[in-house]
């Protein structure tokens, strides 16, 4: 699946693929809508290879002209650079004022870590980030954590739309960029949805990035609604900026503090594929 025609395999189950019980445990039937996400979340994923011979891209137009400020939604540490890194690198270099939320800490993605507590991962993931963001040219200033409990979102989903709101409104924000309400990750659909009542309220407009997306669905699939995505194109220092800004994630790149007892990688080679991409998607 990698360019190096290695398969890393199923990915592990951790808060960034929430976990659900095997299929001894319970019929299909009688799974939840979340654990039959997870299940799939944590299935082999579709290969990039497949994403790139997909002639549907041709009828794919470019997104309109963003004019900011613009305020950038991230369930976890990393998902906004995943998802927007290179564009996120265009704006900044053009002066656009750009602010990021970062709804949770990313502190359960290695709930087994016997080296690594969830406070001292969630450090971890917070200096990742600031790395990440300084490298894509965000201003220090503008951005906000708001430190809601990993995994449970949607549970502050009212409290975490408030915040939004309010960053909306002081910003002056003409679009907001959120994780896509149907990205199958839990705490991807609840902070999309906590970002579409924001901008609801103060009627800014919202585009959504999909993250796990290219892993679950196929080209073509019709579970993804293609009459509103749209591309944004990149330029190969676009994409250069971005891969820097995703190498800053050691948490999630690699295993986690070289423990031979947690080799769970979050993010491995092959899924990063699709993030190295010469444009990035948005659902309008």
Request: aromatic fraction near 4%.
């Amino acid at each position: 699946m990698s360019s190096t025609g290695t398969d890393p395999g199923p990915i592990p189950a951790t808060s960034e693929h929430p976990a659900s019980p095997p299929a001894s445990a319970a019929p299909a039937s009688s799974l939840t809508a979340r654990e039959r996400a997870a299940a799939v979340l944590r299935a082999e994923g579709t290969p990039e290879e497949a994403w790139a011979r997909w002639e549907g891209w041709d009828a794919v137009a470019d997104a309109p002209r963003i004019e900011g400020p613009v305020v950038v939604v991230a369930a976890h540490p990393d998902d906004e650079v995943l998802g927007v890194g290179g564009t996120l690198a265009r704006l900044t270099a053009t002066g656009t004022e750009v602010h990021v939320v970062t709804v949770t800490d990313g502190e359960a993605s290695h709930p087994g870590s016997r080296r690594v507590s969830p406070g001292a991962l969630a450090r971890l993931r917070a200096n990742e980030l600031a790395a990440a963001l300084d490298d894509l040219g965000i201003d220090r200033h503008r951005r906000t954590r708001l430190a809601v409990p990993d995994t449970r979102v949607d549970a502050y989903g009212s409290e975490v739309a408030g915040h939004l709101a309010e960053v909306l409104r002081s910003s002056g924000a003409r679009l907001c960029l959120a994780p896509w309400t149907g990205d199958l990750h839990a705490d991807h659909e609840a902070a999309g949805r906590a970002a579409r009542t924001a901008a609801r309220t103060t009627g800014t407009a919202l585009w959504y990035y999909p993250v796990w997306t290219w892993h679950w669905a196929v080209p073509g699939d019709p579970r993804v609604p293609w009459d509103t995505v749209r591309r944004l194109p990149l330029t190969a220092a676009e994409q250069a900026r971005k891969a820097v800004a995703v190498s800053r994630f050691r948490t999630q790149i690699a295993p986690l503090a070289d423990d031979p007892d947690d080799p769970t990688v979050i993010l491995p080679p092959a899924e990063l594929l699709h993030h190295r991409r010469a444009f990035e998607v948005i659902l309008l």
